[in-house]
Each structure stands twice: as C-alpha cells, then as structure tokens.
C-alpha cells in the first residue's frame, strides 16, 4: 500500500513549490516577438521615391576653329528627382541576409556657358560669348551589392540595415561646340544661334548603406519605407583632353511594398 502514499507526497511538494516560487517572485520565461513577416527566404521589394539635394558640374570643352582652339566653360547643376527602385534578397537567419538592388533616375538641367572663339582673320584674338544649354538629359542607373542585418522592433515592425558596394552607369548630355553668326567687316562680336551637344556614357564604382522599415500586413505582404545614401564619381571625357567628374547618386527616401516567399 506505499504506492499511493508516493503519489500524494509528490502532488504536496509540487503544490508547496508552487507557492514557494509564486511568494519570491517567479515570473515565467518571456515569449518571443513574432517576427515582421514570415521566415520565408527569399525577399522582394519595389519602391518609388525621390533623391534629395544636387550635385554641382562643371568642366571645358574645346574644338578647333580657324586653325586654333574654341574653348567652352560650362556650369551645371545636376538636381535629385525621382526614381524607381527594385530589390531581390535572400535571409541566411534571423538576423543575417544578402540583397541586390536596382535603381533608376533620370532628370533634365541648363548649363550655363560662356567662352572664346578665335578670331577669322587675326591669330590670338579670342572673342567672348555666354549661352544657355537647356534640357540637357542625365540619366542614372545603379546596382547596389547589400548585406543585411535584420532587427525586430515589434511584432509587425522590421528593421533591415543594409550596406555594401554599388555599380554606376551614367549617362550625361554635355555641350561640345556651339554655332554662331559672325558679323563683317572687323568680326568683333559673334551670336551664339545654337549649342552642339553630345550624349556620353560611363561607370563607376562606389558604394550604399541604408536602413528599411517594413510593416507586415500579412505573413507574406508588407509596406515599407526606405532610406538609402549612395553616391559614386565618373569622369567623362568631353574632347581635345577635357574631362568632366558626374557625381552619382545622393540621399534617397522611397516607399513601396515587401513581399516574402
């Protein structure tokens, strides 16, 4: 008969347990936030948005007249604009993942121009001038290499930091030459009619580092905000051993939608 003696002497020193540790205090171990979205792998974001501030331009271009060298000074201000934006990852953890993202810009500007022209009949008498080069195209584009690092800040709201190498290719209308009129007899003075323009092309490399906020509204579809800094140099060469340095990039801030598979 000592078999049910055991059992109620083991349900007494469970129940005095009990009270023991609800008198010191005992709180059970805290529950984890779920996360954002769900842990699905694969990550996928669009967003639209605007880059912030500008970059100023300003370079020479030269070509050859009447056996000597015209020469352009050319100022510009490349401002931000809106972009588009699109990024695929995958998440190694909870807290680790990789991503690549793409980007796309572009926007118009004028060029304030004044320069020389060599006069027809006497050798090293320049003549001056100023112009206006308008709508000048610039266009953007941008691969950023991205390691994540994820942080929950509640049980729908995440926080990705991101940071890495980006890949730049511009393209930018520059003023080459310029078409003017000439009046007889002394040829003293010149009207620019026109501004010659070309399209030129390069890459650079440079770098990203960001932060994106995701809000989940279901287990796989979420909303989210982006803030993006990257910038990167190309130098242009614009004719007769001139060159031009295009900055790239600046402060982005974009919204969109997160989706998770």
């Known amino acids: 008969m000592r078999k049910p003696v055991v059992i109620v002497a083991s349900a007494v020193l469970a129940l005095l ?6 008198q010191q205090g005992w709180v059970p171990p805290p529950v984890q936030a779920k996360p954002a ?40 201000t490349l401002s931000g604009g809106s972009f588009f934006d699109v990024s695929a990852g995958f998440r190694m953890g909870r807290k680790f993942g990789v991503a690549l993202a793409w980007h796309t810009l572009q926007n118009t500007g004028d060029a304030d121009l004044e320069g020389t022209l060599p006069h027809p009949i006497y050798f090293d008498r320049p003549r001056a001038f100023t112009a206006t080069a308008t709508d000048l195209d610039y266009d953007e584009q941008a691969f950023h290499l991205q390691a994540l690092w994820f942080m929950q800040l509640s049980d729908k709201l995440e926080l990705a930091i991101s940071g890495g190498p980006s890949f ?17 007899p002394d040829y003293t003075s010149v009207t620019v ?69």
């Open 17 to 22: 347990g009990s009270e023991v540790r609800a």
């Open 37 to 76: 979205m769900s842990d699905s792998r694969w990550l996928f974001a669009a967003n639209y948005g605007f880059q912030l501030g500008s970059n100023d331009l300003s370079y020479q271009a030269a070509f050859p007249l009447y056996d000597e060298q015209a020469l352009i000074n050319a100022n510009q």
């Open 193 to 261: 009619e026109s501004v010659l323009v070309d399209d030129l092309t390069d890459n650079a490399v440079g770098f990203n580092a960001g932060a994106d906020f995701t809000y989940a509204l279901t287990s796989k579809l979420g909303a989210g905000v982006l803030l993006r800094y990257c910038r990167a140099t190309a130098t242009f060469d614009t004719g007769e051993g001139q060159t031009a340095d295009v900055t790239g990039g600046g402060f982005q801030v974009a919204g969109g939608v997160r989706f998770r598979f």
């Open 168 to 184: 730049f290719r511009m393209n930018q209308q520059f003023a080459r030459a310029v078409a003017f009129t000439e009046q007889p």
